[in-house]
């Protein structure tokens, strides 16, 4: 499918109406310098753009170094990054202020601590918005700690959630977002982008009736409210998938108004 899906360029974009770039590039485990500048490269080739909200894959600061067989918790700890003292986060709130452009960005974070599976927030004045952990941890995620919360974050389009790769794979991670009004839920991933996957993906946009976003170092789409695929990249080549999504077309209605929540009580008693 074509890269982009845009209409012309025409400074901040409307209510509901939100300008988004997927990146699509494979990062270098343990090279955070060369995959800043990668990042840094491909953000700043959209000033032209009108983007409002550009997303990178996974843990993309550290190439998600937690995969390597060489990897262990204290190597992870050595390369996570603190929020407040970070280099790299500390330039990418830059990067979006001078460019009024939001960001989603991966990375591992530590934290009183903590080592996390992270995905930061920052809007386009630079300000930090929240830090979303990943809290479906498997394998190798198991040298991160994992997230406790949920959250849904107000941004001038709509209310927007995340959740990290493997978290897309229980259902009941995006509805909790989108019960908490979430017009829009961004995944960033690195693991599975099969076919299957993408299967998956339209699913849980077509059961919730709000847009997703998966952005991966392999592949990059959004899904539609309707379960169909808004666009999509899967060249070989690092780019950017770019599209215009109005979040006005996720509605509350049929499967959101026709819930019997008072039968699913099982879903939550431990098992």
Request: glycine share 8%; aromatic share 10%; with cysteine.
């Amino acid at each position: 499918m074509k890269r982009d899906h845009l209409h012309p360029a025409s400074g901040a974009s409307p209510p509901g109406m939100v300008r988004l770039a997927l990146m699509k590039a494979v990062p270098e485990k343990w090279d955070l310098s060369g995959n800043f500048e990668l990042f840094r490269a491909l953000f700043e080739g959209v000033r032209a753009r009108g983007v409002d909200l550009f997303v990178t894959p996974e843990c993309w600061l550290d190439g998600y170094a937690a995969a390597d067989a060489a990897s262990t918790k204290a190597r992870l700890q050595g390369i996570a990054q603190d929020l407040d003292r970070s280099e790299f986060l500390t330039a990418a709130a830059q990067l979006a202020a001078q460019h009024r452009t939001a960001i989603c960005f991966g990375f591992t974070s530590l934290e009183e601590g903590r080592t996390y599976n992270a995905a930061g927030l920052w809007d386009g004045r630079g300000e930090r918005l929240g830090v979303y952990h990943k809290t479906h941890l498997q394998n190798h995620d198991l040298q991160f700690s994992p997230g406790k919360e949920l959250p849904v974050y107000a941004t001038p389009w709509g209310p927007l959630g995340i959740m990290i790769c493997a978290d897309r794979r229980w259902p009941e991670v995006a509805r909790a977002l989108r019960l908490q009004g979430a017009k829009l839920i961004l995944n960033p991933s690195y693991g599975m982008h099969h076919e299957e996957n993408e299967w998956w993906m339209r699913t849980r946009g077509y059961e919730n009736q709000c847009f997703i976003a998966f952005a991966h170092p392999k592949v990059a789409f959004i899904v539609a409210p309707d379960g169909n695929l808004e666009g999509k990249l899967d060249d070989e080549a690092p780019g950017l998938l770019l599209c215009d999504l109005d979040l006005t077309r996720a509605r509350d209605d049929n499967h959101l108004r026709d819930r019997r929540p008072e039968l699913y009580g099982i879903i939550t008693e431990p098992r």
